[in-house]
Nanobody
């Protein structure tokens, strides 16, 4: 039973950096994987990155490859998203999600087990 809370969003200049955090409630990290998504006003949700708890395998959306890095601290049940070289098109609400089986970034019909409420990122 995982509840997720994002933090670390803010307003930055293009080329700057932010680090987002997604904290899972409870004393154990019970999810198979955790993912980051983002959504800008009037646009569809976009998959950003995913990490698998066991092996630490990571996957990224094409638009953020080479700029964003996802990582995890299993002891604290927390996943991070380091965002570098930010662009105005990175602006949006960033959400973390978790699931017990898999964390696809491209399947818009997949129903994740848990979602956070989001943290706003604005790049100007």
């Amino acid at each position: 039973h995982v509840q997720l809370v994002e933090s670390g969003g803010g307003s930055v200049q293009a080329g700057g950096s932010l680090r987002l955090s997604c904290a899972a409630s409870g004393s154990r990290f019970s999810a198979k994987c955790m993912a980051w998504f983002r959504q800008a006003p009037g646009k569809e949700r976009e998959g950003v990155a995913v990490i698998y708890a066991g092996a630490g395998s990571t996957y990224y959306g094409d638009s953020v490859k080479g700029r964003f890095t996802i990582s995890q601290d299993n002891a604290k049940n927390t996943v991070f998203l380091q965002m570098n070289s930010l662009k105005p098109e990175d602006t949006g609400m960033y959400y973390c999600a978790a699931d017990a089986l898999t964390c696809p970034l491209e399947n818009s019909d997949y129903e994740y087990s848990a979602w956070g409420r989001g943290t706003q990122v604005t790049v100007s």
